[in-house]
């Protein structure tokens, strides 16, 4: 079956630790996406890239990295520095490049709990 | 600044009886829109789609309405059923600093199903 996969489902991390969190697509798809969602607000994109060895900053950057070493992954970090990691992560992935517009399909997420 | 944004957080319908949801968008550029339901502790799942060159686009129950005019966007689901009960967002596609194309979404509207 085609899809993304998000693992693992739930995480528990104490404060101060690096955590990393996966995502897997075999959709073929050249973007995918980082997302983080509160309780009750709606998606923030953390990291996007387009393509292989690329990728952005998006609005809520600050605490996280990423990589983009192969085409079907790209794993998310949340580091000590994220003050507030506890959150709902999501990761996305869609067809097209720099100038297309395509839905996005989403993982099933991370629940990621600091403590 | 320019957002995407659901008029209200909660509705409630009674099975059977149809529903609509609003949201209200202020990128005038913004070229096109997609719905996502999202159950509880899942990641978002597509629904339906529109380019900002149509007005009207239907699926399996449900249909979006776009009026550039006001820049309202809608979600009507016909015959609501229990299985409807999620978080419903909207997305806009906007272009950023870098040219690259990005999805907006909204806060979401929760919906409730009655029986």
């Known amino acids: 079956d085609g899809g993304i996969t998000q693992s693992p489902k739930y995480l528990f991390r104490k404060e101060g630790q690096n955590v990393t969190l996966s995502c897997e697509q075999n959709?073929?798809?050249?973007?995918m996406y980082w997302y983080r969602q509160d309780p009750g607000q709606g998606l923030r994109l953390i990291y996007y890239s387009q393509i292989v060895n690329d990728f952005q900053k998006g609005d809520i950057a600050e605490g996280y990295s990423v990589s983009r070493e192969k085409k079907e992954s790209f794993p998310l970090t949340v580091t000590s520095a994220q003050k507030n990691p506890t959150a709902f992560y999501l990761c996305a992935s869609s067809f097209g490049g720099l100038a297309d517009t395509y839905e996005q399909y989403f993982g099933p997420g991370t629940r990621l709990t600091v403590t | 600044g320019e957002s995407v944004g659901l008029h209200l957080p909660t509705l409630s319908v009674q099975e059977g009886d149809n529903s609509i949801i609003n949201c209200a968008y202020s990128n005038s550029a913004s070229d096109y829109f997609i719905w996502y339901k999202q159950e509880s502790g899942k990641g978002p799942q597509f629904i339906i789609d529109i380019r900002s060159n149509m007005d009207k686009r239907q699926g399996q129950r449900v249909t979006v309405l776009l009026n550039k005019t006001v820049k309202h966007l809608s979600l009507q689901i016909a015959a609501t059923q229990p299985g409807d009960s999620a978080v419903y967002f909207c997305?806009?596609?906007?272009?950023?600093?870098?040219?690259?194309?990005?999805?907006?979404f909204g806060a979401g509207t929760t919906v409730t199903v009655r029986a």
């Open positions: 997305a806009e596609n906007i272009k950023d600093w870098s040219n690259d194309y990005k999805l907006s």
């Open positions: 959709l073929n798809h050249d973007a």
